[in-house]
């Protein structure tokens, strides 16, 4: 029942048409193999696997595994109006930000070799009210058109169990461990990277009624990814098993 549900998400349509189709066929057929996979793997955890996985996340470039100096020593706080109604492309000292503007925009940010590693809608108006990531001196940053101003401040690395939309370290913005995430409202996913490994993908829903849980086991080293939300909690299995 939880899964038929999901087509109060229009902003989704096409993945829940393509998940609730199979959970309709899997009533009708012996499915096996690599759809059967998907179906279990979704309907036990929320975790989308497979070609759609993929699809959802795109090309994962090496560069999302940078992690930077997080003593800030050269970075500093920008504030301004955006030059062009076309938007515009920065480059800022290497740190650690939370990036932002108004009303709302596409933040999009790139490699050295002009290769995307991550693009979220970000603003007041609309999408997730900042972006934290590590930035490089030799990255991009493009603020899209949607910006009459933009904000970029320097953020402390502090360890928490509650994370915003960005890119965050495991060992260094959250402790290794299992942990049960869920969200209190909205729409969105948590993606976790892993060097050498396929990338993990976790479908999130807010609300008493829809609301979803999955439990992730985070390692030392890993990479988390929070899209399209503005936080996520992590509840540690410890905790949960003491109550």
Partial sequence: MRNIMLNRFDDKGILTLIIISMLLLSGCHNLQGTRSNKITAYAENYEIIGTTRDEIIGTVHQ?????VDRSNKEAKRTYGPMPTKKGAKLNIETGRYALTG?????????????????????????GVPTLTVDID???????????NTVTI???K??????????IW???????????????????????IFEEGKDPQLFEMM????????????????QKVRISKVSMVTFEPLSEQNGK
Avoid at 63 to 67: M, N, R
Avoid at 157 to 166: F, K, M, P, Q, V
Avoid at 176 to 185: L, N, V
Avoid at 207 to 216: A, D, K, N
């Fill in 157 to 166: 690395t502090e360890l928490s169990t509650e994370l915003t939309a960005g």
């Fill in 102 to 126: 108004y009303p709302s925009g596409n933040i999009y940010i790139y490699d050295n070799d002009d290769n995307l590693i991550v693009q979220e809608i970000v603003g007041e108006k609309a």
């Fill in 63 to 67: 560069a999302i595994f940078t992690t």
């Fill in 169 to 191: 370290d495991v060992g260094l913005d959250i402790e290794p461990g299992t942990y049960t995430i869920s969200i209190p409202y909205g729409y969105g996913y948590v993606q």
């Fill in 206 to 221: 807010g609300g008493e009624l829809t609301g979803s849980q999955s439990q992730v086991q985070l390692k030392e080293g």
């Fill in 137 to 147: 001196s030799t990255f991009s940053i493009l603020f899209d058109g949607g910006y």
């Fill in 153 to 155: 401040v320097p953020v």
